[in-house]
């Protein structure tokens, strides 16, 4: 049957009985029926399957005044957007289109639906909306379902989710990581915070690998970054422990103080994924002194518990590597490490607990319970690699603080009274000299 010239024809609508020469049969397992009465040559024009059903080369089955039927056996949940595409024929225009989409869900059924009927124009304006609208993150799984198997003509639609190129990839962890460090004004925490967990997220292997693998370059770079944070931070730890007259008031420096150590915490992640952790190990060894004392030296009025706690969060970070050999460093650094960090680790453990346990306003300064026993385990393995006079002072220290309870030395202090009780014979045996 070949298609007439619309331009002889008198407008018409779908479900015109009078004019209707065909009927669509929609037709579902579920045993859903429709008739839908439309014309034959809007059928052909607009489709290439009512186009081959409609041919003489296609049996057709003959209704009521002599009308032939189409039958089209479809989901029940397509069968709404059967319809729209079959009215959309009496109205083919890009506005039309989009107004019956209103929204992703319906513009991929109509698409779905117009792929299947072979409707090259509905196609193309469904594949410009869907290129153009936002997604939901459920909307987005289904459209990676149903757009790959419909051919190069609905591409477009997934070229938001293409992979980027490795040099777009690196551009943008610069770009985040320079932010990221540059101590912002307060009013843009949530932004600097939002690119950190990003630049985390990229450098993170789970189900997929990292986003980015770090070269030499970039590696330089995230260290200089996270380098002028930290000297940032201790300028203001210089003016704290000196009391130098400022502009800015204790309860502003303390306040900033409490973000360097948000962002440090942070930059801890990002060097340990990048195995570039030692030069801040280093860093936070020099300034321990000075990070104690800038703690102490605060206002009795001053709020610094979460800053105490952050700060307890990064020493355990940074004794890991220590602890268990990954970073290694002199006798004397080590033990330096532990002289300032054991007591002021003892003292904060208690304060935060009573916090935790005052309900809504200790939520925040709970820490996690693993952290706390990595922290311990962390000290007991360093005291343990020190020399056994070393230890005996910081185990006499230990048995004599009232915070005896943590951390827990009873490991350390069971290795070193055996490895003192047996030490002559022990070095004898082997014909080692006993200094």
């Given at each position: 049957m070949e298609s007439p010239d619309n331009k002889t024809r008198a407008p018409c609508r779908i479900g015109d009985r009078s004019t209707s020469d065909v009927v669509v049969r929609l037709r579902t397992q579920e045993g859903?029926?429709?008739?839908?009465?439309?014309?034959?040559?809007?059928?052909?024009?607009?489709?290439?399957?009512?186009?081959?059903?409609?041919?003489?080369?296609?049996?057709?089955?003959?209704?009521?005044?002599?009308?032939?039927?189409?039958?089209?056996?479809?989901?029940?949940s397509d069968l709404d957007y059967h319809i729209n595409v079959l009215r959309l024929f009496y109205d083919i225009n890009v506005c039309s289109v989009t107004d019956m989409c209103h929204g992703v869900r319906n513009a991929l059924g109509v698409l779905r639906v117009a792929n299947e009927l072979g409707c090259p124009q509905i196609i193309a304006s469904c594949v410009d909306y869907l290129e153009a609208v936002s997604w939901e993150e459920t909307e987005e799984e289904e459209i990676l379902r149903t757009i790959p198997g419909m051919g190069s003509q609905a591409e477009p639609i997934l070229a938001r989710l293409q992979p980027v190129n490795t040099t777009a990839i690196v551009r943008i962890f610069l770009a985040a990581i320079r932010f990221a460090t540059s101590s912002p004004c307060p009013s843009l925490t949530d932004l600097k915070t939002s690119a950190q967990e990003q630049l985390e997220y990229m450098l993170t292997e789970d189900d997929d690998a990292p986003l980015l693998t770090a070269d030499d370059q970039i590696k330089s770079e995230v260290s200089e970054c996270i380098n002028s944070l930290f000297t940032r931070f201790t300028s203001l730890l210089e003016s704290l422990v000196c009391k130098t007259e400022e502009p800015v008031s204790e309860t502003g420096k303390l306040q900033l103080f409490q973000s360097y150590l948000t962002d440090l915490s942070w930059a801890c992640q990002i060097l340990v994924k990048l195995e570039i952790m030692r030069e801040f190990i280093m860093k936070w060894m020099e300034a321990s002194d000075n990070i104690v004392k800038a703690v102490d030296q605060a206002s009795p009025e001053a709020d610094i518990l979460e800053s105490r706690l952050k700060i307890v969060e990064i020493t355990a970070k940074i004794l890991e590597p220590i602890a268990y050999g990954t970073i290694i460093l002199p006798t004397a650094k080590r033990l330096k490490m532990v002289k300032v960090w054991l007591p002021f680790t003892r003292i904060v453990k208690p304060l935060i607990d009573a916090a935790s346990a005052d309900g809504e306003e200790g939520l925040a300064l709970k820490m996690d319970g693993e952290l706390w026993q990595s922290l311990e385990s962390a000290f007991v393995s360093i005291i343990l690699a020190l020399p056994s006079g070393d230890q005996a002072e910081i185990?006499?220290?230990?048995?004599?603080?009232?915070?005896?309870?943590?951390?827990?030395?009873?490991?350390?202090?069971?290795?070193?009274?055996?490895?003192?009780?047996?030490?002559?014979?022990?070095l004898a045996s082997f014909g080692v000299s006993i200094v």
């Open positions: 859903r029926d429709e008739w839908v009465y439309c014309h034959s040559y809007v059928l052909i024009s607009n489709s290439k399957y009512f186009s081959d059903r409609l041919s003489e080369n296609w049996p057709t089955c003959q209704i009521l005044d002599s009308r032939n039927c189409v039958e089209v056996y479809c989901q029940e185990l006499t220290g230990w048995l004599q603080n009232e915070h005896i309870r943590y951390p827990d030395l009873t490991e350390a202090f069971e290795v070193w009274c055996y490895r003192s009780k047996v030490a002559k014979r022990r």
